[in-house]
Structures are given as structure tokens and as C-alpha cells.
């Protein structure tokens, strides 16, 4: 698959088909998120892959969110800002945070490439998700995702948003290009 059709066909899925992933599908995804430009070097991600089908209602409840226990597979996202924070100080945080970002969505392209579908899940009790999964204290949760086949196939959508509403040339508001690029 080439980088515009996963990008174009990414979208979020909450209603998943029985049949169970591949694992290795899903471990490929997650080796992925090591490209990611990382602050530094220092590589603050952790994934944790679960499949312990237990695990994966208790985390579903503490999503508030049925549809992410319906699944086989549930990664959720970690980083351990202590070598970001040494080296940067509090902007430490704000690199780590970033470049989860950057690795996730990494991530999130292999996934679809491999044909499977996820949904970013942002809202979790944290503490809990954490005690459910042995994470250590000075290590955050950043996002849970349920793996899984799309229930009904969509088709790639066009864009959400207009380009004019996100692109700004030398001024912060400015949309026309100038002079300058004419040709
Ligand atoms: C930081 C973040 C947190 C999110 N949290 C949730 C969530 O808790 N539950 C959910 O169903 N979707 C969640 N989403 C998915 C968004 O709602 C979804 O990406 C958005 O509606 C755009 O749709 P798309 O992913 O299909 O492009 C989250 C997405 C992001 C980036």
C-alpha cells in the first residue's frame, strides 16, 4: 500500500468483525513507531501489546467505552519522560508528548496498511489503566488502542478539513502565497 492511500484511508473504527488479527501483524505495526523522530535520540515510547482477554474488558471499562472491549488485541501507549526531562527540563515533557504523537501515528499507518482497523482512544482513568497493566509510577499512559477488522468497510474518505483552513504563508492568517512564487 502506498503512503497516500493509508494516509487517505486511516479513520477511526469502533465496530470490529470477530476474526482475530494477526499478532505479528500488529507487533510489525508497533516496530514502526521506532522511526519516528524521537528529541535527542532518546526514544521515550512504550508499547504494551495485551491480549489477556480479562485485561482488555477491565481496560474497556476504564475507557468508559464498551467498543474497546470487543476485541483480541489492545496496544496502549506509554512514555517514560525521564531522559527527555534530564536533558531538556520541563520542555522535556512537551518533546515526549510530541513525539508520541509522531511515533503513534506511525503506528496507526502500518496498521491500515496491514488491512486492520484502531481507534485512538484518549479518555481512560489513567492510575487504573496503569494498575491493570503493572505500568511503573514515573511512566504515563498515552492512548489505548482496540485492534481489530473493520466490522463494514468504508471507503476512503475525501478530507475532513480544507487546506485554506490549516496553511498560512509568513504571516500567522495570511492564506495567498505573494509575489515571490508566482511561477
Ligand atoms: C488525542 C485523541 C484522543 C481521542 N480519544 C478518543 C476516545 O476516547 N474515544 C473515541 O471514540 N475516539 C477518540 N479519538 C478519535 C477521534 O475522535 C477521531 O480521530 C476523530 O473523530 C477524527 O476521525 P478519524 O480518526 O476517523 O479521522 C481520539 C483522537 C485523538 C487524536
Known amino acids: 500500500m502506498d503512503l497516500d492511500k493509508a494516509l487517505k484511508g486511516r479513520h477511526s473504527v469502533h465496530r470490529f468483525k470477530s476474526k482475530k488479527p494477526d499478532w505479528r501483524d500488529i507487533i ?3 516496530d514502526s513507531a521506532r522511526f519516528a523522530p524521537m528529541a535527542g535520540g532518546n526514544y521515550t515510547l512504550k508499547f504494551v501489546l495485551v491480549n489477556d482477554s ?3 474488558k477491565k481496560i474497556a471499562v476504564e475507557c468508559q467505552q464498551d467498543f474497546v472491549g470487543t476485541v483480541h488485541y489492545v496496544v496502549v501507549a506509554c512514555s517514560k519522560f525521564g531522559r527527555t526531562i534530564n536533558s531538556y527540563g520541563k520542555q522535556g515533557e512537551v518533546y515526549a508528548r510530541q513525539q508520541a504523537g509522531a511515533a503513534i501515528e506511525n503506528f496507526l499507518l502500518k496498521i491500515q496498511e496491514f ?3 484502531t481507534c485512538w482512544v484518549g479518555y ?3 492510575k487504573n489503566v496503569k494498575d491493570i497493566l503493572e505500568i511503573p509510577e514515573d511512566v504515563n499512559v498515552e492512548a489505548v488502542f482496540p485492534i481489530g477488522f473493520e466490522f463494514e468497510k468504508k471507503h476512503a474518505r475525501e478530507s475532513k478539513i480544507d487546506l485554506d483552513n ?6 500567522y ?8 512564487e508566482k511561477n
Open 54 to 56: 480479562e485485561k482488555i
Open 166 to 171: 490549516i496553511l498560512y504563508f509568513n504571516s
Open 124 to 126: 481512560f482513568v489513567e
Open 173 to 180: 492568517g495570511k492564506t495567498k502565497m505573494g509575489e515571490a
Open 115 to 117: 488491512g486492520l482497523s
Open 28 to 30: 510489525e505495526s508497533i
